[in-house]
């Protein structure tokens, strides 16, 4: 039969660098890290069901969608991930697989897979991050009615703490009382964006991190991190400029130069001090990334059997 297969990369986030709402619009701006959901999408012109692992519902709702929208009745095929992010930590893993999933099957088909048209899938599934654009990239996440990108990304790494359980994106953004939260930190909120922006047009990881912190410390009243304080303040103790959050999530962050802590015994020293300080659940370093997908179509409608 018929096969074409598509190969897509998605990077995940270290949670929000900026999340809260404009004139009552919800927007974010994403932090792109080096952490990836790739998926492998084998399709077969001849089938209609979809071989997919049994967790992925997203990844079933968004290929049913593309496969009404491209107007394929008989598409099917396989999906494997080869990489994958954690689910429930604010790492955008719902928005990597999906994205991931939809650029190899457009790669597989011959079609461009813009980021713009990744955007509109994913964000007709749930809301959504921001990684499919290349860089760092303002959205609004719920609504979807538009983005920015506002440059490239600031090199940094950060130390990424989670202390267990998960956080779902879609009961987090249909929370009572979350609209009237953003509208009592839109202030806030908006001094934050400011330094953000700043901050990625100069390439100032200090106003970026300062911004970070500002929106992470918002965002308390409606995703609590019992240990944020005293984080923040051993993070800046060891020489970090702040922090950064999953705002719908459980991750927590420091943000530090990306040259800092470069030898190999520091980074480990750094991880134990944590460890005993702070008894996360999962405790890693992550470096930030330009953003953006990768995609390669390979094998296209090769003859199998």
Not at 37 to 47: D, G, Q
Not at 82 to 100: F, N, R, V
Not at 160 to 186: I, K, Q
Not at 188 to 199: D, H, N, S
């Amino acid at each position: 039969m018929d096969i074409a297969v598509g190969l897509a990369r998605c990077p995940g986030t270290c949670g929000e660098w900026v999340q809260g709402a404009r004139r009552g619009i919800p927007f974010l701006v994403d932090c792109p890290i080096d952490r990836f959901s790739e998926a492998r999408v084998t399709l077969s012109f001849a089938a209609n069901g979809w071989d997919i692992p049994r967790d992925k519902t997203k990844t079933l709702q968004v290929l049913e969608l593309l496969k009404a929208d491209l107007g394929l009745p008989t598409l099917g095929g396989k999906v494997e991930f080869l990489h994958q992010l954690p689910e429930g930590k604010g790492m955008a893993s719902s928005t990597a697989d999906i994205t991931a999933v939809v650029a190899a099957t457009l790669m597989a088909l011959g079609e461009d897979p813009a980021p713009e048209r990744l955007a509109h899938f994913a964000l007709r599934i749930e809301p959504s991050d921001s990684v499919m654009f290349p860089g760092i990239t303002e959205i609004e996440h719920v609504q979807g009615h538009s983005h920015r990108v506002l440059g490239p990304a600031v090199p940094a790494l950060f130390l990424a703490l989670d202390w267990g359980g998960t956080v779902d994106t879609r009961v987090f953004n249909a929370r009572p009382g979350l609209a009237e939260h953003y509208r009592h930190f839109e202030g806030e909120i908006e001094k934050a964006y400011g330094l953000a922006r700043e901050g990625i047009e100069q390439a100032d990881l200090e106003k970026l991190a300062t911004a970070g912190t500002i929106s992470a410390r918002c965002n308390l009243e409606m995703n609590p991190k019992l240990l944020f304080e005293p984080f923040l303040a051993w993070i800046r103790q060891k020489g970090g400029l702040g922090v950064v959050t999953a705002h719908s999530g459980t991750l927590l962050a420091g943000v530090f130069p990306q040259d800092g802590f470069s030898r190999q015994e520091e980074r480990k020293n750094l991880r134990l001090e944590a460890h005993q300080l702070f008894s996360p659940a999962h405790l890693d370093l992550l470096n930030s990334h330009c953003g953006g997908i990768m995609a390669t179509r390979f094998n296209s409608k090769e003859k199998m059997g």
